[in-house]
């Protein structure tokens, strides 16, 4: 039995870094498309399609990966007794910051399509680095549990 469990928790794992890199992806692109959305001229035929592009990112593979993301990575933490080590609430609060993130890209995406543009392309550049630096302090307290 106890072989069964630990077989079964290398799956979920492997499931949760399966979907935090499609989560990853999709966070990484949308600002992308941001930007080349918002120098499409508006009522064009490219703004539609830009419109069209973001909706799908998020609907299929933004949103999924975020519910299976937090699914996974809940239970995971739960099996190891991750909520009373250190290393792991800087990770969750990380998490926490992508998650709010995700969640303004979405209501961002929802300005776009009404022609509501209030970023530069350049502010939109600099936002996308926000899950560069969230992952790579993520990743450190994964692999190394510094505390």
């Known amino acids: 039995m106890q072989q069964v469990l630990a077989m079964l928790y290398l799956w979920l794992k492997a499931g949760h870094v399966i979907f935090v890199i499609f989560w990853m992806a999709g966070l990484f692109m949308l600002p992308r498309f941001f930007v080349y959305h918002q120098e499409a001229p508006e009522g064009s035929p490219e703004n ?25 990575g809940l239970a995971l933490a739960m099996e190891i007794g991750a909520f009373s080590q250190g290393w792991f609430h800087v990770k969750l609060a990380f998490v926490l910051v992508l998650t709010a ?30 899950p560069g630096v969230a992952a790579a302090v993520i990743v450190i307290m994964v692999i190394v549990k510094p505390f």
Do not use: C, T
């Not at 069209?52 to 996974?72: C, G, Y």
């Not at 961002?108 to 680095?129: D, F, T």
């Open 48 to 72: 539609a399609a830009w419109i069209d592009r973001e909706a799908k990112l998020m609907k299929i593979i933004m949103w999924p990966s975020l519910v299976v993301v937090w699914v996974l």
């Open 101 to 130: 993130y995700h969640f303004w890209l979405a209501q961002y995406a929802q300005n776009l399509a009404a022609g509501v543009r209030r970023l530069s392309g350049k502010k939109l550049r600099m936002l996308n680095e926000i």
